[in-house]
């Protein structure tokens, strides 16, 4: 791991290395899947004949709560990180199984 220090040409090099840089990536890539399933559900219940008020506060508040982890998450965040994911990744992997299901 680099310290973000200039090196010998003068550049500043990255304080992470590129296997955390993956895992940052797949994990904001994670939420922002994450946030777009909730995007879906509240365009799918607003058109509804009787839109249902309390889901549509639901999946606004958990549309916010994922916008701010991926906007606060750190790379250098390992436990964080992981913990996305292994969680959210099984999340999406049910969502899709699911949908597939749906589609049959």
């Not at 994670?30 to 365009?43: D, N, P, R």
């Not at 639901?58 to 965040?77: A, F, H, I, N, P």
Request: hydrophobic content about 35%; overall charge negative.
């Amino acid at each position: 791991m680099s310290d973000g220090m200039p090196n010998f040409a003068g550049e500043i090099s990255a304080s992470w290395t590129a296997e955390e840089g993956v895992a940052f990536e797949c994990a904001r890539d994670y939420i922002s899947h994450l946030i777009a399933i909730q995007s879906k559900l509240l365009a799918q219940e607003r058109a509804k004949p009787a839109p249902d008020a309390d889901t549509i506060s639901r999946l606004q508040q958990e549309q916010g709560r994922l916008s701010d982890e991926r906007r606060d998450l750190k790379v250098q965040d390992s436990i964080a990180i992981d913990r996305i994911r292994k969680e959210y990744g099984a999340r999406l992997k049910a969502w899709h199984q699911q949908q597939a299901e749906q589609d049959c």
